[in-house]
């Protein structure tokens, strides 16, 4: 008679293996739920009781005096900033000010690129000879960081606001105009083809069929293009701004007011934050239908 | 009306190294009016260029396609096309896909949505005309899909394996239903299905293509249409003994192709 050998792991193992199995195989779904869908789950809970863990962390160690102020000021310290910043303002201006002035250039450049960005890009998607011309320069100059050719926008354009946004412009236009681009492609050839049977003209295959289908790439590059946007801010307004929130940024930091960059850095991301909910509603009012066909 | 196909022929060039194809050779075809034409074969036979080029999208190499005498020069609405998966506009609800061709042809709002209702009633779908189509159904979907088709009011309905992605149950419903309307509407339909019993439940005339070159290697004229027309149950029909030997028949001309593989 042979030894019995065991078919059990070891306990250790059990656990260890317990534990990994979630990513091996998921548990069956509740009704109402899909099984094996990526990433599905709420995460409103986890992400805010991320953040409130973040601000304690920061609080302690400052309350601990752990680290400097003039390193890491606390969270008390950005808030009277900010109220004070609101009612006294920053160099004479006040904050609504500078955020306001902030906002336009890089809303100004925004729409600015997708109203020439999103027609030019379904342009390049809809005809050879358009991308051919315009392909090689965007590629070109797409992946140059902003703070390159900074210097030439100010030679050529001056120190004027037209500089500033064409800056931002440029950072925003690129991806816009690429995702249009690709947009073109996401019509289906069969409904292409669908509508050409029924008698449509090659404008109304545009209009009704390859632009709606475009509009969800169109509208994600848009989000993607706004981020672009904000990011170039703060080397916009590195040109002889007097009044921005990226201004207000590159100042405090000359200064060491810690509180204040932070502050500033907190309302730039506020901005874009909620400006990126918005696109988030948009779009799910105007492409319900995203991913569902 | 009538639609003509003379000497037809599609050859696909030498691309990446593969040698050119001949997916077409001297076709000849004509559709009459009231004709319910079946297109059967194995894959590669040219059933779907064949379509393409009925359709307009493609151009024959040689020979000539010709609808009441005029020569067909592209894809226009006397033409309209049935496909595989649907291919309806999700962003628009199910009353504005069906009504979707007569928005094309400039119909105003109110009769094309006039049109589209009947449409939408004889293919059971009222009820749901504001629903929006990726809600529906996939047998829901397709027949929105011959819905929108109809609505066109093609002298010539092209249907690419319209019922192929739908289950048995659902398949055999919309197969009475195709022909129900068939024969209400008078129109002339050219069908392609890899189903050789819908084929000839459904056809008034099929043609068995075979591949390489695809050309028409038979044609049979199929009375079972007229005969679920005039009443006969189609259960009924397609145990009868006739269907069925037409069947087998049908089946050892494709399986003899597929085995020359």
Same mark, same amino acid.
């Given at each position: 008679?042979?030894?019995?050998?065991?078919?059990?792991?070891?306990?250790?193992?059990?656990?260890?293996? $317990?534990?990994?199995?979630?990513?091996?195989?998921?548990?069956?779904?509740?009704?109402?739920?899909?099984?094996?869908?990526?990433?599905?789950?709420?995460?409103?809970?986890?992400?805010?009781?991320?953040?409130?863990?973040?601000?304690?962390?920061? *609080?302690?160690?400052?309350?601990?005096?752990?680290?400097?102020?003039?390193?890491?000021?606390?969270?008390?310290?950005?808030?009277?900033?900010?109220?004070?910043?609101?009612?006294?303002?920053?160099?004479?201006?006040?904050?609504?000010?500078?955020?306001?002035?902030?906002?336009?250039? !890089?809303?100004?450049?925004?729409?600015?690129?997708?109203?020439? $960005?999103?027609?030019?890009?379904?342009?390049?998607?809809?005809?050879?000879? %358009?991308?051919?011309?315009? &392909?090689?320069?965007?590629?070109?100059?797409?992946?140059?960081?902003?703070?390159?050719?900074?210097?030439?926008?100010?030679? *050529?354009?001056?120190?004027?606001?037209?500089?500033?946004?064409?800056?931002?412009?440029?950072?925003?236009?690129?991806?816009?105009?690429?995702?249009?681009?690709?947009? %073109?492609?996401?019509?289906?050839?069969?409904?292409?083809?669908?509508?050409?049977?029924?008698?449509?003209?090659?404008?109304?295959?545009?209009?009704? %069929?390859?632009?709606?289908?475009?509009?969800?790439?169109?509208?994600?590059?848009?989000?993607?293009?706004? =981020?672009?946007?904000?990011?170039?801010?703060?080397?916009?307004?590195?040109?002889?701004?007097?009044?921005?929130? =990226?201004?207000? !940024?590159?100042?405090?930091?000359?200064?060491?007011?810690?509180?204040?960059?932070?502050?500033?850095?907190?309302?730039?991301?506020?901005?874009?934050?909620?400006? &990126?909910?918005?696109? @988030?509603?948009?779009?799910?009012?105007?492409?319900?239908?995203?991913? @569902?066909? | 009306?009538?639609?003509?196909?003379?000497?037809?022929?599609?050859?696909?060039?030498?691309?990446?190294?593969?040698?050119?194809?001949?997916?077409?050779?001297?076709?000849?075809?004509?559709?009459?009016?009231?004709?319910?034409?079946?297109?059967?074969?194995?894959?590669?036979?040219?059933?779907?260029?064949? #379509?393409?080029?009925?359709?307009?999208?493609?151009?024959?190499?040689?020979?000539?396609?010709?609808?009441?005498?005029?020569?067909?020069?592209?894809?226009?609405?006397?033409?309209?096309?049935?496909?595989?998966?649907?291919?309806?506009?999700?962003?628009?609800?199910?009353?504005?896909?069906?009504?979707?061709?007569?928005?094309?042809?400039? +119909?105003?709002?109110? /009769?094309?949505?006039?049109?589209?209702?009947?449409?939408?009633?004889?293919?059971?779908?009222?009820?749901?005309?504001?629903?929006?189509?990726?809600?529906?159904?996939?047998?829901?979907?397709?027949?929105?899909?011959?819905?929108?088709?109809?609505?066109?009011?093609?002298?010539?309905? #092209?249907?690419?394996?319209?019922?192929?992605?739908?289950?048995?149950?659902?398949?055999?419903?919309? /197969?009475?239903?195709?022909?129900?309307?068939?024969?209400? +509407?008078?129109?002339?339909?050219?069908?392609?299905?890899?189903?050789?019993?819908?084929?000839?439940?459904?056809?008034?005339?099929?043609?068995?293509?075979?591949?390489?070159?695809?050309?028409?290697?038979?044609?049979?004229?199929?009375?079972?249409? /007229?005969?679920?027309?005039?009443?006969?149950?189609?259960?009924?029909?397609?145990?009868?003994?006739?269907?069925?030997?037409?069947?087998?028949?049908? #089946?050892?001309?494709?399986?003899?192709?597929?085995?020359?593989?």
């Amino acid at each position: 008679m042979t030894d019995h050998i065991s078919t059990k792991a070891p306990a250790w193992r059990q656990t260890v293996g $317990g534990w990994m199995a979630q990513f091996s195989r998921s548990r069956p779904t509740r009704p109402g739920e899909t099984y094996g869908v990526p990433g599905q789950g709420e995460t409103v809970v986890l992400s805010l009781a991320t953040i409130a863990a973040f601000i304690f962390v920061w *609080w302690l160690v400052t309350a601990l005096g752990l680290v400097k102020p003039l390193f890491v000021p606390s969270p008390q310290a950005i808030l009277s900033k900010f109220v004070d910043i609101l009612t006294a303002g920053f160099t004479g201006t006040p904050l609504w000010e500078h955020a306001g002035i902030s906002a336009a250039r !890089v809303f100004g450049a925004f729409l600015l690129a997708c109203a020439i $960005g999103v027609p030019l890009g379904l342009a390049m998607g809809m005809s050879p000879l %358009v991308r051919g011309i315009f &392909d090689p320069p965007i590629e070109f100059y797409r992946p140059i960081p902003p703070l390159a050719y900074l210097p030439l926008m100010i030679i *050529w354009f001056g120190i004027g606001e037209v500089s500033k946004v064409l800056l931002i412009f440029l950072s925003v236009f690129a991806p816009v105009a690429l995702g249009a681009k690709a947009g %073109v492609r996401s019509a289906a050839i069969e409904q292409i083809h669908a509508a050409y049977s029924f008698g449509a003209s090659r404008w109304q295959v545009l209009r009704y %069929v390859i632009l709606p289908s475009a509009l969800p790439e169109i509208l994600t590059a848009m989000r993607i293009g706004i =981020g672009f946007g904000w990011t170039t801010l703060v080397a916009a307004e590195m040109v002889a701004a007097t009044k921005g929130i =990226g201004y207000m !940024v590159l100042t405090a930091s000359q200064f060491l007011q810690t509180a204040t960059v932070i502050m500033g850095i907190i309302v730039i991301a506020a901005i874009a934050y909620a400006f &990126d909910l918005l696109m @988030r509603f948009i779009e799910r009012r105007v492409v319900p239908w995203k991913g @569902r066909m | 009306m009538a639609l003509e196909i003379s000497q037809a022929s599609v050859e696909f060039p030498a691309a990446n190294g593969r040698p050119p194809v001949e997916a077409l050779r001297r076709v000849d075809l004509t559709i009459e009016p009231g004709d319910f034409t079946v297109a059967l074969g194995a894959s590669g036979c040219g059933k779907s260029t064949l #379509l393409n080029l009925i359709a307009g999208f493609l151009a024959p190499s040689s020979g000539d396609i010709r609808l009441d005498g005029a020569a067909v020069e592209g894809p226009s609405a006397d033409r309209s096309v049935v496909f595989q998966k649907h291919a309806l506009l999700p962003w628009l609800n199910v009353i504005d896909n069906v009504a979707f061709g007569l928005k094309l042809q400039g +119909t105003p709002k109110e /009769q094309r949505y006039e049109v589209a209702e009947k449409f939408i009633g004889l293919l059971g779908l009222a009820g749901f005309e504001k629903s929006p189509v990726y809600s529906l159904s996939g047998g829901m979907q397709q027949r929105v899909g011959i819905a929108r088709a109809l609505t066109c009011d093609p002298k010539l309905l #092209l249907m690419d394996e319209p019922l192929g992605a739908l289950d048995a149950l659902t398949r055999e419903r919309a /197969q009475e239903l195709i022909l129900r309307i068939w024969k209400d +509407t008078g129109k002339s339909v050219f069908f392609i299905t890899h189903s050789v019993e819908e084929a000839l439940f459904m056809g008034t005339r099929l043609i068995v293509m075979s591949p390489r070159p695809g050309r028409i290697a038979h044609t049979f004229d199929l009375p079972f249409s /007229q005969r679920f027309c005039d009443g006969e149950p189609a259960r009924q029909i397609k145990a009868s003994s006739d269907f069925v030997s037409l069947r087998e028949e049908v #089946l050892a001309i494709i399986f003899a192709d597929e085995e020359e593989e």
